[in-house]
C-alpha cells in the first residue's frame, strides 16, 4: 500500500482526510485506486491525456513525479500538491 498525503483542496473528496492508503505498482494505479474510494478526485490530479495538471505537483517523497507511469514501491509516499497561484 501506498500512503497517499492529500492537499487542503482536494480534501472535501477525502471528508477531510489528509492522508489516506491507496493500493497500486504506478502511480497511475495508485491514483486509480484513490478514485475508487473516492470519485472524482482523480481528474483533479490528471487530465485527459493522462497528464499531470499543471497545478498539480507530485513526488514520490522527496522526488518530483511528473509521469504517471512511475513506478512505487511498497510502503512509498505520494504526495499530491497543489500550485499556489494569486495575484
Given at each position: 500500500m501506498t500512503t497517499v498525503r492529500i492537499p487542503s483542496q482536494l480534501q472535501s473528496y477525502t471528508a477531510g482526510a489528509t492522508r489516506v492508503e491507496a493500493?497500486?505498482?504506478?502511480?497511475?494505479q495508485?491514483?486509480?485506486d484513490?478514485?475508487?474510494?473516492?470519485?472524482g478526485i482523480r481528474f483533479r490530479v490528471i487530465d485527459e491525456q493522462d497528464r499531470v495538471r499543471?497545478?498539480?505537483r507530485l513526488f514520490i517523497g522527496t522526488?518530483?513525479?511528473?509521469?504517471?507511469?512511475?513506478?512505487l514501491g511498497d510502503g512509498d509516499e505520494l504526495l499530491i500538491f497543489g500550485a499556489l497561484s494569486g495575484g
Open positions: 493500493a497500486g505498482e504506478t502511480i497511475d495508485v491514483l486509480w484513490l478514485d475508487r474510494a473516492y470519485p499543471k497545478h498539480m522526488e518530483a513525479a511528473t509521469d504517471v507511469r512511475v513506478a
